[in-house]
């Protein structure tokens, strides 16, 4: 389900590490930055805890963003986020303007389906190897997907599927693929976990000396 995301910003015209801290100390708020678009970078604050709650919804990162700047909205992508190295805090963010005319590029999460009920999984013990579990896409902002689903119900035991196997909305494209066959990553594959196949070739083993006894 689509779902609209508000940020409610302030202008921000003190700059520099002191002013960021007094910003995030006083007033509970973080610095942040508007880019893009063939305008100049507008720097602006937000609200701490209300970024930190969005962040806490997946599809944030894979949105088209709402900020309201002194009664203005604009159309934003988060492209940055800083967090202080050891305690829950954000420090920085930085977002992208977007228009429904131009692509954009944004990592959008990919959700694996069926994973249980596979029969390489339910029925012969295979573990799914997830190598990534996000991707590129090129696409104008009205068909960005929150997510992509990879349906593992018919993936097959040792069986490896590729970037170029998702199953893509209408508009969107894999960024790496524009960069040729060798860029066709492996996003998930099952097979027998490591000491089964340990187990399987020791009794292949004694099964052929077996044989040769008699």
């Known amino acids: 389900m689509s779902q609209d995301f508000v940020i409610e910003a302030f202008p921000r015209d003190d700059q520099g590490r002191?002013?960021?801290?007094?910003?995030?100390?006083?007033?509970?708020?973080?610095?942040?930055?508007?880019?893009?678009?063939?305008?100049?970078?507008?720097p602006i604050s937000i609200w701490h805890n209300e970024l930190k709650k969005a962040l806490e919804n997946e599809a944030f990162f894979s949105h088209v963003l709402t900020v309201e700047l002194d009664g203005k909205k604009e159309s934003v992508i988060l492209k940055d986020l800083q967090r202080h190295p050891y305690?829950?805090?954000?420090?920085?963010?930085?977002?992208?303007r977007v228009d429904k005319d131009h692509e954009i590029h944004v990592n959008v999460p990919l959700h694996f389906v069926n994973e249980e009920s596979a029969p390489a999984i339910k029925l012969h013990g295979g573990v799914?190897?997830?190598?990534?579990?996000?991707?590129?896409?090129?696409?104008?902002?009205?068909?960005?997907?929150?997510?992509?689903?990879?349906?593992?119900?018919?993936?097959?035991m040792d069986q490896v599927v590729h970037l170029s196997?998702?199953?893509?909305?209408?508009?969107?494209?894999?960024?790496?693929?524009?960069?040729?066959?060798?860029?066709?990553?492996?996003?998930?594959?099952?097979?027998?976990?490591?000491?089964?196949?340990?187990?399987e070739a020791e009794e292949g083993e004694e099964g052929e000396e077996g044989e040769e006894k008699e």
């Open 87 to 96: 305690k829950p805090i954000l420090t920085h963010a930085d977002f992208l």
């Open 128 to 156: 799914a190897n997830h190598q990534i579990n996000e991707v590129e896409v090129i696409c104008l902002p009205q068909n960005l997907p929150e997510f992509i689903e990879v349906d593992m119900a018919a993936v097959e």
């Open 18 to 42: 002191g002013a960021s801290r007094r910003l995030r100390r006083e007033e509970r708020k973080i610095p942040a930055i508007i880019y893009g678009g063939n305008k100049e970078a507008t």
């Open 165 to 199: 196997d998702l199953k893509l909305p209408e508009g969107v494209r894999v960024a790496a693929l524009l960069q040729g066959e060798d860029h066709d990553l492996p996003v998930v594959a099952i097979h027998k976990p490591r000491g089964a196949k340990v187990d």
